[in-house]
Nanobody
Framework: QLQLVESGGGLVQPGGSLRLSCTAS????????IGWFRQVPGKPREGVSC????????YYADAVKGRFTISRDNAKNTVYLQMNNLKPEDTAVYYC?????????????????????WGQGTQVTVSS
């Protein structure tokens, strides 16, 4: 089991920003495709943004395009999700996940919840 730890969640007003971090321990994060997912009670977990391992291609869900940015810092073994112009509908538990299919190249496919090793999640609440 790959160990991933998310941090950076919290309460923010609409229009505000947060940066989530996903740090790996015990393995090198840049050898895996990494995704950010979110889930609200009663709904399935959905892919928000993903980044490939080899060439750092990215994918964003339509709901977050232009507002969220995913990036890697390989020196820190960390993947970030910069979230700007947050909306109340962004409220969810956010999870990072490593895709266990080491050879996967389709970044959109990587942003589906199957075949993942998950972190524990961090709560993001957007409210005035």
């Amino acid at each position: 089991q790959l160990q991933l730890v998310e941090s950076g969640g919290g309460l923010v007003q609409p229009g505000g920003s947060l940066r989530l971090s996903c740090t790996a321990s015990g393995f090198t994060l840049d050898t895996y495709g990494i995704g950010w997912f979110r889930q609200v009670p009663g709904k399935p977990r959905e892919g928000v943004s993903c980044i490939s391992n080899s060439d750092e291609r990215t994918y964003y869900a339509d709901a977050v395009k232009g507002r969220f940015t995913i990036s890697r810092d390989n020196a820190k073994n960390t993947v970030y999700l910069q979230m700007n112009n947050l909306k109340p509908e962004d409220t969810a538990v956010y999870y990072c996940a490593a895709d266990l299919r080491r050879l996967i190249r389709n970044v959109q496919l990587m942003c589906q919840p199957a075949n993942k090793s998950w972190g524990q999640g961090t709560q993001v609440t957007v409210s005035s």
